[in-house]
């Protein structure tokens, strides 16, 4: 069932200390999402991928980037975590725009 | 963008009764429909999904029903059991030109009493 890997599972790190978290696929899937999804709240996608192509949502911070260096991995850096970034991050992947969806275990981010 | 709305925000059913949960849209060009459902701690588990081509679609006891013209879709579950307990999400897909993520209702707290 191991076809979105995300880790790790759970990442502590400092107010203000850069971050990065990583997810892969072996779906061979052109499209990589990653959503944040806060306590008791639905998922809110921040960017994706098709293929190399990059496509940021209007409102994702822009202390928020992402890259993905090949097909298989997507990496979502945060540059300054804010106590205000804790949340779960999920990656998600689909064989092609418009398709169906396919999420990770996520990662949960805790920021002291 | 999209705006997704969903309702309610909590739905408690007897075991062995049925649920309904609605959602409604605000994209015309949305075409793409998915339900999620999500257990505490857990990544979000797609349940079915359905596309604007289709009025409704089923899979055993889940159904799905799309109104285009209204811009609303409707899960139902029939026969509940106990591990049907979880928060439910429905999504549109963005509908624009390139661009696909979902946008996701708030979600709906499914209690099954037994």
């Known amino acids: 069932d191991a076809m979105v890997i995300q880790n790790p599972r759970y990442q502590v790190t400092q107010f203000g200390k850069p971050v990065t978290l990583s997810c892969s696929q072996t779906?061979?899937?052109?499209?990589m999402y990653w959503y944040q999804q806060k306590s008791s709240q639905a998922p809110k996608l921040l960017f994706h991928?098709?293929?190399?192509?990059?496509?940021n949502e209007a409102d994702t911070p822009d202390n928020f980037q992402s890259r993905r260096p090949n097909t298989s991995f997507c990496f979502l850096d945060i540059r300054s975590p804010g106590l205000g970034d804790a949340a779960m991050y999920l990656c998600?992947?689909?064989?092609?725009?418009?398709?169906?969806?396919?999420f990770g275990p996520g990662t949960r981010l805790l920021v002291l | 963008g999209e705006n997704v709305e969903q309702h309610p925000s909590t739905l408690s059913v007897q075991e062995g009764d049925s649920a309904v949960i609605k959602c409604t849209y605000s994209?015309?060009?949305?075409?793409?429909f998915p339900w999620y459902k999500q257990e505490l701690g857990k990544r979000p588990q797609l349940i079915i999904d359905i596309r604007s081509n289709v009025g409704e679609k089923k899979d055993q006891r889940i159904a799905v029903t799309l109104n285009k013209t209204a811009k609303h879709f409707s899960l139902h579950i029939t026969e509940t059991q106990p591990e049907d307990s979880a928060v439910y999400f429905c999504a549109a897909s963005d509908g624009r030109g390139g661009a696909d993520g979902l946008t996701f209702g708030k979600g709906t707290h499914l209690i099954i009493q037994p």
């Open positions: 994209d015309s060009a949305s075409n793409y």
């Open positions: 991928y098709y293929d190399k192509d990059f496509n």
């Open positions: 779906l061979n899937h052109n499209v």
């Open positions: 998600a992947t689909s064989r092609d725009p418009g398709e169906t969806q396919y």
